[in-house]
C-alpha cells in the first residue's frame, strides 16, 4: 500500500509564500508521475501543477509564473513553492502519485489566503 502524506499548508496573507511537501511512502516500484491539485468549497477538483518521472512539468493557467513544482526522486517527494498567493488560490490542496496503472491520494492540507 502507497501512503501520500502532504504537509505546509496553513494561513497567509494575500501576497506571501506558502512551501507544501508530499512525502510518499509504502510499496513503490515505479513512479510515472506526481502532481498537486486542489479544490474550493463547492467546486470540483482541479489540476495545479504535475511533473513526470522525466521531469516535465505542466501548470494551470491560474498559477503560472507564481508556483513552482519540484522533486526529489531518491526521497520519493515533491514540492510545491507558491509564491505571490492570492485569495482565490485557497482551498484544499492534494497530493496525487501515478505509477504502474494506479493512482493514490493524500489526505490534503488546507492553504487559507486572507484579503
Known amino acids: 500500500q502507497v501512503q501520500l502524506v502532504e504537509s505546509g499548508g496553513g494561513l497567509v496573507q494575500a501576497g506571501g509564500s506558502l512551501r507544501l511537501s508530499c512525502a510518499a511512502s509504502?510499496?513503490?516500484?515505479?513512479?510515472?508521475?506526481m502532481g498537486w491539485y486542489r479544490q474550493a468549497p463547492g467546486k470540483q477538483r482541479e489540476l495545479v501543477t504535475f511533473?513526470?518521472?522525466?521531469?516535465?512539468?505542466n501548470y494551470a493557467g491560474s498559477v503560472k509564473g507564481r508556483f513552482t513544482v519540484s522533486r526529489d526522486n531518491a526521497k520519493n517527494t515533491v514540492y510545491l513553492q507558491m509564491n505571490s498567493l492570492k485569495p482565490e488560490d485557497t482551498g484544499r490542496y492534494y497530493c496525487?502519485?501515478?505509477?504502474?496503472?494506479?493512482?493514490?491520494w493524500g489526505q490534503g492540507t488546507q492553504v487559507t489566503v486572507s484579503s
Open positions: 509504502g510499496s513503490i516500484f515505479s513512479i510515472d508521475g
Open positions: 511533473i513526470t518521472s522525466g521531469g516535465i512539468t
Open positions: 496525487k502519485l501515478v505509477g504502474a496503472g494506479h493512482a493514490y
